[in-house]
């Protein structure tokens, strides 16, 4: 299906070079670059030459960004993180730049439909969820701000895998998203840096006091650039992925010798780094590899970093006012070893000034309170792998320790929880300390996460070092989750406001005034029912399912997870489905729940939950005594592209998380941007928008944080919980016995113990305000204009949700550099 493309057209710029122009110019790129002429090319072909085109445009730009930050030596910002979820970019760069229109007339001229090429760019899917698309968003907000940053991360070549449902459970497949190539890249043959692995540890000759460290293994980081545009077009700023290369790629003794397959073992090698992306965003990933990946981009990061500086400012006692290196989660947590030892072994700094110089240059965002996703590595690892990385991090954690006994307020114990290295049962190095310790910065990304953040896993740190956990809110850009996924919406701002809010989404506020007005709301409802029946449109495309667009759309999309809680909405699908055939006289409102997500291949509950959905589904979807009331939708291959088209078709929003465990969410922000109303538990920034969208526009429900670790806390019994709520006995029971696995009666009788028994989750504890929750969401959508105005509400008084807003502030407080607007 083409989803229309249509931009929020800008004045014609400087980088607009008219219809003609781009005609001919891609006419003669795909003669001149790819050797066919538009008799013989291929969508592909056309979409390539498009993008070169454009790209030609960009170069200009980018260099002249690249140069200013040298003229005016301003800091650099560098953002290490080991996802980017990218998605599309081609409407990214077109829309940023001001060239869709343009590019659309000249294509039409050549025949060709932007919108039928521009789907065939594979999405860039190179992370797991919230935490890379975040990294997308920010990277493009710091190229529309003005910081000068450079985004550091690996070029998976199979990135996040494709879903498929085979009988309703999930298979993976692998994505081969560079098959095409990717004509965004650049190949930088000339920055390559060499990367070390294992090996040992030995005294620089003559002098006792430095440390040499000489690898056994060692890899070539080579680095792919991928201009990054901001909002309308000014700076251009750099994503830089490092693929692994051998460093002799095939030996040719050993060849010669016969040894074919030995001859290119250290091809394979080096190629695994950079293979896949790991598809857990929560479970220990534990295995080597994910180590020699972290430290792999870490230290080829750092070299280019360093090397930039000193071609710059000749020493790197600087660095830290020169340079803002950002640890996206512990992800790169290495880092903060591999600068003391390149500033110490390398640059003959001391321990205690590379240790100063380290702290000011680094900063960490911390995203998650999971206990399972905070990574430890152990000891006898890192030893093996890093055996230079793990005598610094012993130097640096009597450092650490020596300031805190010096404290004399630390207990023995709160001293073992500060300590780098977790001595409870197999030694393990905690690189949440370690990125803590080595940083000046420490952020949430809510302000309830940070809170959080201060009283459990970092509590005795922050009392060390009280001043750097500090809160910074994620946000969406504006760009890619309003103008371009909803020009619907665009439109009819832009024709009631004015385009104002194109540049600061804030003045959407001014469509606070029309929040009652008929007219408006009309226009306004309008513009969701054609985005509705788009959605419509590719779920009868892809699973030949018809849905009604005048029912409720109601929507959960994200990864699949215990704590984000599919199974409390499954479960009241089920509830609501044994209501409608009980009590048939009743109204009901139709509804279509539409889920969409992935699993970790190895995380078996949420596997079955997505079989459970797609069981359920299979039941209600067949029932004639539902009449259409009730539909389930599980779309396969969620993935960026498809929030796209999701998001603006959504009215309402699951956001359903037990509360404490999300640490934002940034699903939510993109939602009500699009004029969804929420429901949702006091978790994450949910909090939040509830403040900035009004209490009575977002429908609370369910247990707080604090009452959450409360019932914990007392001994909760979701046995007794269950026996008070018929309606929830009675859906547990129908899913455990069978009803909708007639094939294997058990098959969820696990799942369902799980909730009777320990219920970790709060899933019965939350059953029945949830269903409150939900027939106050069908009394208001009874009232359309009461519906109305509430979701216009929500799309005016998102703007703070901005990662613009977001951008600055870590600007501001964290990195210590200017930005433009705001
Ligand atoms: C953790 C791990 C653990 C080891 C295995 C591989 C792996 C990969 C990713 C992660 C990160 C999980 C953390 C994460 O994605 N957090 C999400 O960050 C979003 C952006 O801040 C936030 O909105 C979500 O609430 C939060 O769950």
Redesign the pocket.
Known sequence: MNVAIASAALQPSRLTPGTDVLANEILSCLRYRFGKDATVAKPHDWLAAAIRVVRDRVIDRWIESTKEAYDDSRKRVYYLSL?FLIGRLTRDAFSNLGMMEEMRAALHKLGVDLDVIAALEPDAALG????GR?AACFMESMATVDVPAHGYGIRYENGMFRQEFSEGWQVELPETWLDYGNPWEFERRERSFEVGFGGLVEFAEGDDEKHVWKPIERVLAVAYDTPVVGWRGERVNTLRLWSAMPIDPIRLDAFNAGDHIGALRDFTKADTLSRVL?P??????GQEL?LRQEYFFSAASLQDIVQRHLSQYGDLSTLGQKAAIHLN?T?PAIAVAELMRLLMDVHGFALEKAWDITRETFAYTN??LLPE?L?SWPVHLLDRLLPRHMQIVYSVNSLLLKEARDKDTFSDDSIKRISLIDETGERRVRMGNLAFAGSHSING?SALHTDLMKETVFADLHRLYPDRINNKT?GITPRRWLLQSNPGLTQLARETIGDGFLDDVTLLRDLEDYAKDGGFQEKFTGVKRRNKERLAALVVERLGVKVDPSAMFDIQIKRIHEYKRQLLNIIEAVAVYDQIRSHPEKEWVPRVKFFGGKAAPSYVNAKLIIKLANDVARVINRDPTVRGLLKIVFLPNYNVSLAEVMVPAADLSEQISTAGM?????GNMKFALNGALTIGTLD?ANVEMQEHVGADNIVIFGLTAEEVAERRREGYSPRDVIAQSPELSQALSSISSGVFSPDDPDRYRGLMDGIYNTDWFMVAADFDAYTDAQRKVDAIWRDPQLWAEKSILNTARMGWFSSDRTIREYARDIWNTPTVGG
């Open positions: 996802e797991n969820g919230g935490l975040l790991y857990a965003d929560a479970t220990p990933a994910r989660d992800h995203h998650t996703a990574e990304v994620n999300e640490a934002s969410g940034t994450g």
